[in-house]
């Protein structure tokens, strides 16, 4: 059964074919065909009732006002951001280096081989920086310095103060945690400068996954980085890639390492391996690891603590975005990323015990609550604001069952605040008594799919003011972008 047409890439030479979605035996597949490199069919959703499930959360958004190229040629070839795109950016992503101290091989941004050195100047960085804050009608909110490896930049600390001056709430860094275990003093300066997380590489619990990954056991530098972090009150979210037959296993005992160290972890973002960059392609369905083979695998090594159901698309929480704008009258962060992107949960811990917030409280009745007052609140003007707002903010409040809450967990209270504070203060404390488990597949030749990159809001600033989907970024530009703004390395 046919699901969907869409536009796709050849996994041979990268040129943008017609594909079809399509259901079949139970999974949701892809086909496509190239003139050149002939069939191709692969595994999209390994489950075609959650890939029903998580189309109920499809929202298109509103791009940019501003974008930064013209529509020439087919998607995924104008990328700038060009009007066609259909979401703004919400996390904005800088690569401050492809130095590396590690050549892990299943690198999807091929850091630390290459014979060219691609290190944006201070002033560079600043630009893209600023590149991001000018996105209209939302100015990015959040950064992440990437690479390589940011830590190995000496000025990694200036360029976390630089983030805050522009006008940045979150800021964070992707590291593979080696230069903060062995410099017990960065974590603080990083800290002090105003980084809010660590995105911590951390593929597993014993030493096994780390040799097979990255070529070396590191678990004993990860915990030594988290203590560290743990010194400066430095939050981190764990960052396993997950790849089938090496760490898939492990998912449920990362998640009880991330429970037991709750006071300094605030989320899991397992990001099943994308056969891209420096990544072997000659095992794509064996390594594969979809969403919802995730979902199965969590709830299966949680004992059913967490199940199936309790994960949701990213684009489940719009409804917040809408409620916020229309309350604040203007414009705010909205995700509408596609909604077979990524899924998520938040989880309570209590004595120990992992609570799945989807477990004490409706979600979906609380989503649909905060769309009906959105709409009143905007039908009703200024009175009619005040009036929706008491009147809808108790039946929210029913939406959750206190028989089933946490005892330690004042619920009630912390929503309260969320909506009456309505700030980055107030999501932290909620992020402090809570762990986001999240899954973030991103998209490789085999399975790219151009309505995904339409709405992605995980984009690349890069030198000379454009702004790229995460995906399309490293499998079409990455290679153009940093030969083109690098030097060769015996020229300094």
């Known amino acids: 059964m046919i699901i969907k047409k869409t536009k796709s890439l050849c996994p041979e030479c990268l040129t943008v074919v017609d594909a079809e979605v399509y259901e079949e035996e139970g999974e949701v597949m892809m086909k496509k065909d190239c003139h050149e490199h002939g069939n191709f069919h692969n595994v999209y959703w390994s489950s075609y009732n959650r890939y029903k499930d998580a189309e109920k959360n499809n929202y298109k958004g509103k791009g940019v ?27 904005g992503l800088i690569d401050v280096t492809n130095r590396c101290n590690l050549q892990c091989p299943v690198c999807f941004s091929n850091a630390a081989i290459a014979k060219f050195l691609y290190e944006p100047s201070f002033d560079e960085i600043q630009e893209m920086l600023k ?21 190995i930049r000496k000025d990694i600390v200036e360029l976390i103060k630089i983030a805050k001056k522009e006008g940045f709430t979150h800021t964070q860094i992707a590291t593979n945690g080696i230069t903060l275990a062995k410099n017990p003093e960065l974590a603080l300066e990083l800290k002090e400068a105003g980084l809010n997380t660590v995105y911590l590489q951390f593929d597993g619990v014993t030493e096994e996954p780390y040799i097979k990954l990255r070529e070396r056991n590191l678990l004993p530098l990860k915990l030594k980085a988290i203590e560290n972090c743990r010194k400066a009150m430095l939050g981190i979210v764990l960052v396993p890639t997950v790849v089938k037959g090496v760490n898939q296993d492990q998912i449920g005992d990362i998640i009880r390492f991330a429970v037991d160290n709750i006071d300094i972890i605030r989320g899991v973002n397992f990001q099943p391996i994308s056969f891209a960059g ?43 975005s809408e409620f ?14 596609h909604p077979h992107c990524g899924a998520a949960t938040y989880i309570f811990v209590d004595n120990g015990d992992i609570i799945p917030i989807t477990q004490f409280m409706d979600v979906e009745k609380f989503f649909d609550l905060l769309s009906k007052s959105a709409e009143d609140i905007k039908g009703g003007g200024i009175t009619g604001k005040a ?24 619920i009630k209270s912390l929503l309260a605040s969320i909506f009456k504070e309505r700030s980055y203060d107030a999501l932290g404390d909620f ?30 600033a890069v030198p000379g003011g454009r702004i790229i989907p995460f995906c399309a970024m490293n499998l079409i530009y990455r290679r153009e972008i940093e030969t083109k703004y690098s030097l060769p390395l015996n020229e300094n």
């Open 278 to 320: 420096r990544t072997p392609s000659d095992e794509v369905e064996d390594q594969r690891v979809t969403i919802p083979h995730f979902e199965r695998l969590v709830e299966e090594q949680t004992n059913s603590k967490i199940k199936i159901e309790d994960f949701h698309p990213a684009s489940s929480v719009l409804p917040i």
């Open 387 to 410: 009036k929706t707002i008491g009147k809808n903010t108790f039946e929210l409040f029913r939406t959750i069952d206190r028989s089933k809450t946490p005892q330690s967990l004042d």
């Open 131 to 151: 590149t991001l804050r000018s996105n209209e009608p939302v100015p990015t909110p959040a950064i992440q310095y990437s690479g390589g490896e940011p830590t």
């Open 65 to 91: 006002k501003n974008p930064q190229t013209a529509v020439e040629s087919e998607c995924p070839l104008n990328c700038g951001i060009c009007p066609e795109h259909e979401s703004h950016t919400i996390l």
């Open 324 to 337: 916020m704008e229309a309350v604040e009258g203007e414009d705010q962060v909205a995700f509408t990323c």
């Open 431 to 460: 992020s402090h008594q809570t762990l986001l488990i999240s899954c973030m597949h991103f998209m490789d030749p085999w399975n790219f799919d151009q309505d995904r990159v339409k709405r992605c809001v995980i984009h690349y």
